[in-house]
């Protein structure tokens, strides 16, 4: 087993033979541009050292991704291929040094088929970017990571991020049907194609989504397009506890006879903290919890009937006032505040960590008092938001006072963790496993599961080149 964690030198050799194969305008060992592509949104106080690529390279074709990985194969050079760094697992931290791989110059949209509704991109295509190309034409791209005006497309098949469109359309992986990808031993094959069905062998277009980067690397995606509807209206309803709130999620589908495209979720401390973070006064900020709710039809008349009897049905379950987000405007103060609270927890606080908890829908207003509890009893500060549609919640837990913070935290994690479990719930619901949460998969998985996950990955990457040290431990 040691061996597979045993590597070679980026040395002169090394560095020579990638110039010739992808130009030396490709590559970089400036220590502080390697220093910047070395890290992810996790912050990198969470960790017991700081982990630093040897040397970048900027692939501008599948070519030369190739070529990188049969160099990487013959020197034995591990490999962490990266987007745009905003994952928030450290899935792109290069652990074991060596090369870094990014994909800002593979960032083109190479076609636009509107015969089988569908889009062909390279990995480093910012995900909005194909979200506005798809409305150019009438169409919807499905997929709606907040993060998506930074986030690449590699980055959230690798992730299979999911967002806020997710309780209707689902993520990322719903949206994919084929994948060019590069082998760690540089050899290139497409899995899937623009067909709507495939059982032909394994559904390998899926084990890529969500395989975080360890078994290929994606280089073309062809991803399914939707008609765009017309119009659409959140709404932002206010409750006075975390618990009335969820309560509704279920009762808008059953009771309201429909799927909103979105259901979020916001507490009491996370509104009051975008609040401060966008210095303005948000729709519901003093409220205990607040839903989205956004819906949406092609026909206005119809929309204006719906969102009334959601509005109704949300006062009759505890609601105590329904904001109406039916213009540009108003609609983008709501997703402001909703998308920029991950960003108010890293900018107000540097020792936190974001957990991205999922349980089934029923067990939230459990799982938030759980967590309620054991951070009471540690001292610390807490906040939740997130996916309530999905049961997928992001909840920051902070430290300001405590400097042996990251002990006090991994404390509370082995406290929480079994009860997540107990409600039928798991570690991550779309941001992955990455570094950050590696230690923890062994309360989640059995030691059968673990042990297909190594012999996947083997079979995928004898030689354990492709992004070493993710998502389990080997030891
Ligand atoms: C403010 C904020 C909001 C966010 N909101 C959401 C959200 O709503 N939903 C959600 O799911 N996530 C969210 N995220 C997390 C993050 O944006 C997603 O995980 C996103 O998919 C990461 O994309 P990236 O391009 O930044 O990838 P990176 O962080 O650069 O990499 C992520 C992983 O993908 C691998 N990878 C990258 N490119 C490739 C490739 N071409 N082939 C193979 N592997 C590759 C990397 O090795 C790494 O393991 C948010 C993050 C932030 C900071």
Redesign the pocket.
């Known amino acids: 087993m040691k061996n597979l964690f045993e590597y070679g030198r980026v040395d002169e050799i090394v560095l020579k033979e990638l110039a010739s194969a992808i130009g030396s305008n490709n590559i970089s060992t400036d220590k502080e541009k390697c220093a910047t592509y070395s890290c ?2 996790v912050p990198s106080n969470s960790y017991d050292k700081e982990y630093t690529a040897d040397m970048l390279v900027f692939p501008e074709s599948t070519e030369h991704v190739s070529l990188v990985m049969k160099i990487a194969t013959k020197y034995k050079i591990p490999v ?9 697992s450290g ?2 931290l290069p652990v074991f040094s060596g090369i870094v791989m990014s ?1 800002e110059k593979m960032n083109k949209i190479l076609e636009f088929d509107d015969k089988n509704l569908t889009i062909t991109v390279e ?1 480093g295509v910012v995900t909005s970017e194909i979200s506005s190309m798809a409305a150019e034409n009438n169409l919807f791209y499905a997929g709606d ?3 998506g005006d930074s ?2 497309i ?3 098949i ?2 299979n ?4 469109k997710v309780i209707k359309y689902g993520a990322t992986g719903a949206q994919v049907l084929a994948l060019e990808v590069v082998l760690p031993d540089g050899s290139i094959t497409w899995f899937g194609g623009k067909r709507r069905k495939d059982v032909t062998g394994f559904n390998f277009v899926q084990l890529m989504v969500g395989s ?2 360890v078994l290929a ?2 280089t073309k995606a062809v991803l399914k397009l939707l008609p765009l509807t017309r119009y659409s209206v959140d709404l932002l309803a206010a409750y006075k506890d975390t618990e009335t709130a969820i309560a509704f999620v279920p009762q808008i589908i059953k009771e309201g006879g429909l799927i909103p495209s979105a259901i979020e979720f916001m507490d009491e401390k996370a509104l009051k903290l975008v609040g401060k973070y966008l210095n303005t006064e948000i729709p519901g900020a003093n409220a205990g919890a607040a839903l989205i709710i956004q819906l949406e039809d092609n026909d206005m008349e119809q929309l204006e009937k719906t969102y009334e009897k959601i509005g109704k049905l949300a006062q009759k379950h505890g609601a105590y006032e329904v904001y109406v987000a039916d213009t540009r405007s108003t609609k983008d103060r709501i997703w402001q505040a909703r998308k920029s609270i ?2 108010a927890v890293s900018t107000l606080y540097s020792k936190y960590t974001k957990e991205d908890l999922v349980v089934p829908m029923d067990m939230v207003p459990n799982l938030l008092s759980t967590i309620d509890e054991i951070c009471a009893c540690h001292k610390l500060e807490w906040s939740a938001y997130g996916h309530a549609g999905d049961g997928n919640m992001h909840c920051s837990i902070i430290a300001p006072e405590t400097d042996d913070w990251v002990e006090v935290i991994s404390k509370v994690q082995s406290e929480l963790y079994p009860k997540v479990l107990s409600m039928g719930g798991t570690l991550s619901g ?3 496993i ?1 570094f950050k949460r590696k230690a923890h998969m062994k309360f989640f998985m059995d030691e059968k599961q673990i042990e297909l996950i190594k012999r996947v990955k083997l079979a995928f990457d004898p030689n354990n080149i492709l ?1 070493p040290g ?1 998502m389990i431990e080997w030891d």
Not at 80 to 88: D, I, K, Q
Not at 161 to 164: L, P, S, T, V
């Open positions: 992810d949104e962490t291929p990266r987007g745009a760094g905003t994952g928030l899935g792109a994909f990995p990571p907040c993060s986030s690449f590699g980055g959230n690798a992730e991020a999911g967002g806020n975080e980067g690397i994606v991950a960003e779309e941001h992955g990455g992004n993710k």
